[in-house]
């Protein structure tokens, strides 16, 4: 199967540090990206989607100057929390389309903690 | 919300139990399709299934869908330890490249 490979796994920052994450497709060129937040025992809340070249979409509720997305190439997309704070720890899951049949390929996840 | 609903929310079964996993939606759908995460991972996709198809195997899944009751069911048979995970549902809807997930069932298999 494709390969999205995310980066990092896990990251511990202060209150008002920004972080990025980087979600990387290895084997194939994801025609769309997908940027996910999982809260403990929940299912995913898609936070935005994103197109190479263009601006990101932005789910209902999620603020586009906070959840700063990149996707400078067809195989590479980045989140940048900015200024995080406690309650933007939680986990972070990106996934590549690919297909007519839209089977999303995911990363292994970004566990963010600030403290 | 357009999120689908899954049930049960959590299961234990011992090792050889099959163990089935329902899910309901609400949009019209090109397809279906079920994913699982182990915990603190990313998802697996692993299996699809069309909306003009009710029923499809792959080894031990085996998955059901009737899109005039907007439901899907996954079987697993024969159970393994290695099959504790969590398992979502995911429906492509018409005119979207977005995936609504489910809100996932815990599956726990006891050796």
């Known amino acids: 199967g494709a390969v999205v490979s995310q980066h990092p796994s896990r990251v511990i920052c202060k209150s008002g540090t920004s972080v990025k994450i980087e979600c990387r497709s290895l084997d194939f060129q994801a025609t769309t990206m997908f940027w996910y937040r999982q809260f403990p025992k929940k299912s995913l809340m898609l936070m935005a989607t994103s197109n190479e070249g263009s601006k990101a979409t932005y789910e209902q509720g999620v603020e586009k100057d906070k959840f700063l997305i990149n996707h400078a190439s067809l195989t590479l997309s980045t989140l940048t929390v900015t200024s995080a704070h406690p309650e933007d720890s939680s986990f972070y899951i990106c996934?590549?389309?690919?297909?007519?049949?839209?089977?999303?390929?995911f990363g292994a996840g970004t566990r963010l903690s600030v403290l | 919300s357009q999120q689908g609903e899954e049930d049960p929310q959590a299961l234990s079964i011992q090792e050889g139990e099959n163990a089935t996993m329902n899910c309901s939606y609400k949009t019209s759908i090109n397809n279906l399709q079920w994913y699982r995460q182990n915990s603190g991972r990313g998802l697996v996709h692993l299996i699809l299934?069309?909306?003009?198809?009710r029923e499809k195997h792959s080894g031990r899944l085996r998955v059901t869908l009737d899109t005039s009751k907007k439901s899907s069911s996954l079987l697993i048979t024969a159970s393994r330890a290695a099959d504790t995970a969590s398992y979502f549902c995911a429906t492509d809807p018409y005119n979207t490249d977005k995936l609504i997930f489910g809100t996932g069932t815990r599956l726990q298999v006891f050796p």
């Open positions: 996934s590549g389309g690919w297909g007519v049949q839209n089977i999303q390929y």
């Open positions: 299934i069309r909306s003009n198809e």
